[in-house]
């Protein structure tokens, strides 16, 4: 059972340019989290999705962010018009229908902006 | 909210030697979960250690243990016979056992260091 796969590992965009950023959960997982790390610092959660629907996106900033999880593919998480403060690793994470239980981190994608 | 403190933002110990890193939260909730992560330079975030607030038993895995003081809100991990392989980052995190608040609290991070 393949782990959380999050593809590209590293992306380097220019100022004003889109990000996509893809992840594919583990099998049989319908709850995917997107996460931010800058660095030197914690996690900080983004958004909580299951499948076509967007459950808690308190973490999104207002503008340019938008995050899918479609019925069929990866989830994606997309940053418009990047900055250079969206320099971060972006991890995803995915748990079982069953909520309660661990989320599976994927090894994260490094978004590098100049 | 939810927040969680790890006020050690570097630690070293000798290997083979035991080391303790700190973790408090704040939360007015009396059922959540606290882990701790363990995130090498491969950047990949591994669950160390897992904990139910309802349980008073402190939960154990091989060499790590924590240390749950549920009054006074803190959440502490301890390795044992430290090896050079448990060099990290090591992030303590919360979450609630509400069905719609999946997202995990994570503090500031503790580098670990193991001296040979």
């Known amino acids: 059972n393949a782990g959380v796969m999050q593809n590209p590992r590293h992306l380097v965009r220019r100022r004003g340019q889109e990000a996509r950023l893809r992840c594919s959960p583990m099998?049989?997982?319908?709850?995917v989290y997107w996460y931010r790390q800058l660095p030197e610092e914690g996690l900080k959660f983004m958004v909580y999705?299951?499948?076509?629907?967007?459950?808690?996106e308190s973490g999104m900033p207002k503008e340019r962010f938008s995050a899918e999880f479609p019925k069929e593919g990866p989830s994606i998480l997309r940053i418009q018009q990047v900055v250079r403060g969206d320099s971060a690793a972006y991890f995803c994470?995915?748990?079982?229908?069953?909520?309660?239980?661990?989320?599976?981190f994927g090894q994260g994608t490094r978004l590098t902006v100049v | 909210a939810q927040t969680v403190t790890q006020s050690q933002p570097e630690m070293s110990v000798q290997e083979a030697e035991t080391v303790t890193l700190s973790c408090t939260y704040d939360?007015?909730?009396?059922?959540?979960?606290l882990f701790w992560y363990k995130q090498p330079p491969s950047r990949q975030m591994i669950l160390v250690i897992r904990?139910?607030?309802?349980?008073?038993q402190n939960a154990t895995e091989n060499r790590f243990s924590v240390n749950f003081q549920k009054a006074a809100k803190s959440f502490s991990l301890k390795i044992s016979d430290s090896q050079l392989g448990d060099a990290a980052m090591y992030f303590c995190?919360?979450?609630?056992?509400?069905?719609?608040?999946?997202?995990?609290?994570f503090g500031q991070g503790t580098r670990l260091t193991i001296n040979p």
């Open positions: 904990q139910e607030a309802y349980k008073q």
């Open positions: 995190a919360y979450r609630s056992v509400d069905q719609g608040a999946q997202k995990l609290v």
């Open positions: 099998k049989g997982h319908s709850h």
């Open positions: 999705l299951q499948k076509e629907n967007i459950i808690d």
């Open positions: 939360t007015s909730e009396s059922d959540y979960y």
């Open positions: 994470a995915s748990s079982p229908r069953t909520a309660n239980t661990e989320a599976f």
